[in-house]
């Protein structure tokens, strides 16, 4: 009983934390070893999960995240609802488990940094370097080897949007640099080989270190 107790418990942390998961992830994660086994496990703990179907090109079947009484049973404030970014939620959890459910990794974290903001004045003041304060939200942050890896999910955003953030990393990755006393590393994950290239083309431009994926390509 007490093992049973345990095991829901985990289960319900678990779905906690991805906010969104289907049964594959939580196979992964558990190590339950084959779909029956997290089927039968997920049928036992259904009075904890509220339960929605996805169909897209990425991700298909059913996707379960916590109801009022999971979230008490385990004492968690995450009031999760559906929305529109349930497939970019659970393609984020790929990538988390892709790389063995890494402890420090955040998502959506405010990188804060500084530029400097040169503007000529006219007159006997001359010139002022004004250091102005910035930041940016990669969708998930976690450390490998020790580096900040940076992680964008690129799902439905659209290329010209691409092209806007990465310019937003050209300029904040040479000051985080400064600031942690190592560059650390983009890896961008995108539906297509199309993107991946314009991906990569865009990187190259920009001179940043960064390494881009297809979700096909997760394991």
């Known amino acids: ?130 250091q102005q304060n910035k930041y940016i939200i990669p969708d998930a942050v976690f450390r490998q080897n020790n580096v900040l890896q940076l992680v964008e999910i690129d799902h439905t955003r659209h290329m010209v949007d691409n092209q806007k953030k990465l310019s937003r990393y050209a300029e904040a990755i040479p000051q985080l640099k400064k600031k942690l006393n190592h560059t650390p590393i983009l890896k961008i994950y995108t539906t297509t080989e199309d993107r991946k290239k314009k991906w990569k083309d865009m990187c190259e431009k920009k001179a940043l270190i960064s390494e881009v994926y297809t979700f096909s390509e997760i394991k």
């Open 1 to 130: 009983m007490i093992k049973t107790q345990e095991r829901t418990e985990l289960i319900l942390q678990i779905i906690d934390r991805l906010d969104f998961a289907t049964y594959k992830q939580i196979m992964k994660i558990m190590d339950l070893g084959c779909y029956r086994n997290v089927t039968r496990v997920i049928k036992q703990i259904t009075e904890y999960l509220n339960e929605t179907y996805i169909h897209s090109y990425e991700i298909k079947g059913k996707v379960f995240y916590l109801n009022t009484s999971g979230r008490k049973l385990i004492g968690s404030t995450n009031e999760v609802k559906q929305n529109q970014q349930i497939v970019h939620t659970l393609l984020r959890n790929e990538v988390f488990i892709q790389y063995g459910c890494p402890e420090d990794w955040a998502n959506e974290v405010k990188l804060e940094y500084e530029v400097e903001n040169t503007n000529q004045i006219i007159g006997l003041i001359g010139s002022n370097s004004i």
